[in-house]
């Protein structure tokens, strides 16, 4: 009798270790449940948000001080200001384009954005293969209404308001504008400058003049200097870092500079009167904005001085150097253009 119970409580005390062990193991999740779960498996992937991952890709470097810097500092600014991840690459070239594009898509970024009109054929072919990535073109104008969309700005107004004021400036009544590629970005900004200088003076005769290159400073210089031994005491230049040798030009003949894309003030104070302001800085954090508040548009989106990304820059020590109604005058302009009074012909 004893070995039976002695049999007994053995067999009980097997029983409830196995039933110990089976318990053990419910914690173990299905395929069902485990496809449920994040990438760590502490929550539901629904229910994480995932950071926003911003490529940037450049035709040029980002110390130019213009077009490139400009835009560089609106994905840092975004990064900060929204908590966006970014990255970019600098003076991507036509031939690695769609590599760069691949690149940062097979790598998880979800917004990818080509600096230049450059850029389009590249990204509309990557756009294709990645139809979950939103892709955009600054200053171009294509789109795919599903995936791919361009910011533009409207190229003319700071232009037209850039050169109103060369028109006010100008004592020799001849002012230069050099382009560094006869585009249409490019050209209507420029024909703008043009078209309102002729209309502050209608003395003033303004040659533009293309270089063919966005980085070639010393032909900058080489362009401008010819323009001011002509005559011209006032020029402006709209491509990237040629304008830093515009601008040395400048400084080395005493005359005056006016800007482009970016306040240049801070490289020639002496010279650089003010800037035919387009806010890559802007224009980048609005996209940025749009595709985190899920109003990213894939269609060609032009922007302008009355969204906050174009305009003239501030005077800063010109204020008090030049006559109040020289400003006042071109702050006027700028304000006939944001209430429709003013318009390009092209």
Excluded at 192 to 200: D, G, L, V
Excluded at 319 to 327: G, M, R, V
Aim: charged share 20%.
């Amino acid at each position: 009798m004893q070995k039976f119970k002695k049999g007994i409580l053995v067999s009980f005390l097997i029983v409830a270790m196995l039933m110990l062990v089976v318990g053990c193991g419910g914690s173990q999740e299905s395929p069902d449940d485990s496809a449920n779960q994040g990438a760590t498996g502490e929550q539901p992937a629904e229910q994480q948000e995932e950071t926003l991952k911003v490529g940037l890709l450049l035709p040029g470097n980002v110390n130019d001080k213009g077009w490139n810097a400009s835009a560089y500092e609106g994905l840092v600014a975004a990064e900060q200001e929204y908590g966006v991840e970014i990255a970019y690459q600098e003076a991507v070239t036509q031939s690695d384009m769609e590599e760069v594009f691949r690149s940062y898509a097979t790598s998880g970024y979800n917004l990818i954005i080509g600096h230049g009109f450059q850029f389009s054929d590249a990204a509309a072919k990557v756009a294709e293969e990645f139809p979950d990535v939103k892709f955009v073109i600054l200053n171009g104008a294509t789109s795919n209404g599903r995936n791919l969309a361009s910011y533009s700005f409207t190229n003319w107004e700071p232009g037209y308001v850039a050169g109103y004021l060369a028109g006010l400036l100008t004592e020799t009544n001849k002012i230069g504008a050099i382009g560094a590629q006869q585009t249409a970005v490019i050209e209507d900004a420029l024909n703008a400058f043009a078209q309102a200088a002729k209309e502050a003076n209608p003395s003033a005769d303004v040659t533009i003049t293309y270089v063919d290159s966005w980085d070639d400073v010393a032909k900058g210089k080489e362009t401008a200097l010819a323009m001011i031994d002509n005559g011209a005491d006032v020029v402006t230049c709209n491509a990237n870092a040629v304008g830093l040798g515009a601008i040395e030009a400048a400084k080395e003949r005493g005359t005056y500079h006016i800007g482009f894309v970016d306040d240049q003030f801070p490289v020639a104070p002496e010279v650089v009167v003010a800037s035919a302001i387009q806010s890559n800085q802007e224009m980048v954090k609005l996209i940025v904005r749009e595709t985190l508040a899920d109003n990213f548009n894939p269609a060609e989106n032009v922007i302008g001085i009355k969204d906050g990304v174009e305009g003239i820059s501030s005077f800063h020590d010109w204020e008090d150097k030049l006559d109040k109604e020289i400003i006042d005058k071109v702050k006027q302009i700028e304000q006939d253009i944001i209430d429709g009074k003013i318009t390009f012909k092209k």
